[in-house]
């Protein structure tokens, strides 16, 4: 069982950036796909982006994709969201969320452990 811990998070202007990072502890991280999920005020969560075990394989969702950079640096157990051109509407509490069997999926069922999020937000 892997225990994740994000922060990083703040507010930061529009058009600003801003990195996020995931502790894992508890496992062997690189045994995990990882994924960044986002969930803002009166909205259900959605899937940001994800990354495979050996950090290769990446997905994005559209809103965001040329914007973030997900890795991973699986000799420090340690999983980054770098955000870049910030705007208002990324506002959410991002979490973090491992899984064993699903690889670097985009549904955030195929994810069995989730970190406590970390709150970003964006002023216009």
């Known amino acids: 069982q892997v225990q994740l811990v994000e922060s990083g998070g703040g507010l930061v202007q529009a058009g600003g950036s801003l990195t996020l990072s995931c502790a894992a502890s508890?496992?062997?991280?690189?045994?995990?796909?990882m994924g960044w999920f986002r969930q803002a005020p009166g909205k259900e969560r959605e899937f940001v982006a994800s990354i495979g075990r050996l950090g290769i394989s990446t997905r994005y969702s559209n809103s965001v994709k040329g914007r973030f950079t997900i890795s991973r640096e699986n000799a420090k157990s340690t999983l980054y969201l770098r955000m870049s051109s910030l705007k208002a509407e990324d506002t959410a509490v991002y979490s973090c969320?491992?899984?064993?069997?699903?690889?670097?999926?985009?549904?955030?069922?195929?994810?069995?452990?989730w970190g406590q999020g970390t709150q970003v937000t964006v002023s216009s």
């Open positions: 969320a491992a899984n064993r069997e699903k690889g670097f999926s985009v549904y955030e069922g195929d994810y069995d452990y």
């Open positions: 508890g496992s062997t991280f690189s045994r995990y796909a």
